[in-house]
């Protein structure tokens, strides 16, 4: 029964991993002048086409959200006594915020107005919103951390080659909104596959000591049978194991005399792993607390403000002569605005 459940735990890891191919929205990290030139480059290269397509960003949302509902499920779960990562620890704390910013987006983008807005005709983000994609550029390379001065810098700079639509300015917190809850449930999956990956250590340690405590003889029979399990050498599933082995009896030294080979026959070692995998949990935990900061950034932000100081259509009637637009009340702009 045991080797089945070990069988089971690998399985379920190699399928969460077959499906975690999107990568955190994490590139490298621009300064304010780097921003600027990225938001000219992105701009010259975008091809549009006017709206009209299937809105797929209302169906990704509702994915994300079963994805991120179902960690917290499992992390609430989890044995008190068992160590949950920094990461982890803000999703917890923070996921009423979450359920907060996940309905908001949903009440705010309605199926027509997200069709109304031009679309990219290639590149990976085809098909989908064009202030989407800038907006995802945008988090990846600000790590999540969104602030109002590179926000507008952004987007000022992107429309230096390439206007927005005034729909378009509007739809910028929305699409930050979708793009930080995005990339939540991208760190969300790969910390359930580094959860299962330790689940799988934490069960190969418990199955080495019991059998140093009945028959330690046989102990190399439990280490032939990880040696064909094909167990992950992930960063998560090494450091894990090394850190438990180290708490039991010297006797499973073997154990880890065994993987470490076996990690050496791949070009890797215990000790990079262990380093990776602080890395990661850190990295991790930057990103997850960005981004919620970030969704809090969103709901303090007067969005009135942002969409007229970047409004070409409003710079342009701003310019009346006689300045009777400037004088007039916000609404009164807005319906100017669209007419135009």
Not at 120 to 149: K, N
Request: aromatic content about 8%; some cysteine; hydrophobic content about 45%.
């Amino acid at each position: 029964m045991q080797n089945f459940s070990l069988r089971w735990q690998s399985w379920k890891t190699r399928q969460a991993r077959q499906f975690a191919s999107e990568p955190p929205l994490r590139a490298e990290l621009f300064s304010s002048e780097q921003l600027v030139r990225h938001a000219r480059t992105l701009a010259a290269g975008h091809r549009i086409t006017p709206g009209g397509g299937p809105n797929s960003l209302l169906a990704q949302l509702a994915e994300n959200e079963r994805i991120l509902r179902a960690y917290i499920g499992a992390i609430r779960a989890v044995n008190p006594n068992r160590r949950i990562t920094a990461a982890a620890e803000w999703l917890l704390d923070n996921f009423y915020l979450l359920e907060e910013q996940i309905q908001m987006a949903r009440r705010h983008l309605p199926r027509a107005y997200s069709r109304e807005l031009p679309r990219l005709l290639d590149g990976p983000s085809a098909g989908m919103p064009r202030v989407y994609d800038i907006v995802l550029e945008l988090i990846a390379h600000v790590d999540a951390q969104i602030d109002e001065g590179p926000l507008a810098s952004f987007i000022a700079s992107y429309q230096t080659v390439d206007s927005l639509k005034l729909g378009e300015l509007w739809a910028v917190p929305i699409m930050l909104r979708l793009g930080l809850i995005e990339n939540l449930q991208r760190i969300v999956t790969r910390l359930t596959i580094a959860r299962q990956d330790r689940d799988l250590a934490d069960m190969w340690v418990e199955r080495l000591q019991e059998m140093a405590d009945n028959d330690p003889s046989r102990l190399v029979v439990v280490v032939a049978d990880m040696a064909q399990s094909a167990i992950p050498l992930t960063s998560a599933f090494v450091a894990e194991f090394c850190q438990l082995l180290s708490r039991h009896s010297p006797v499973l030294h073997l154990a880890r005399s065994w993987l470490e080979h076996r990690l050496l026959e791949v070009g890797l070692s215990i000790e990079r792993l262990v380093d990776l995998e602080s890395q990661s949990q850190a990295a991790d935990q930057v990103s997850v607390s960005h981004s919620i900061a970030s969704l809090r950034f969103l709901g303090a932000r007067d969005w009135k403000e942002f969409v007229e100081s970047l409004s070409i259509v409003e710079s342009t009637l701003r310019s009346d002569p006689a300045d009777y637009y400037g004088k007039m009340d916000f609404a009164t702009r807005d319906r100017y605005r669209h007419v135009v």
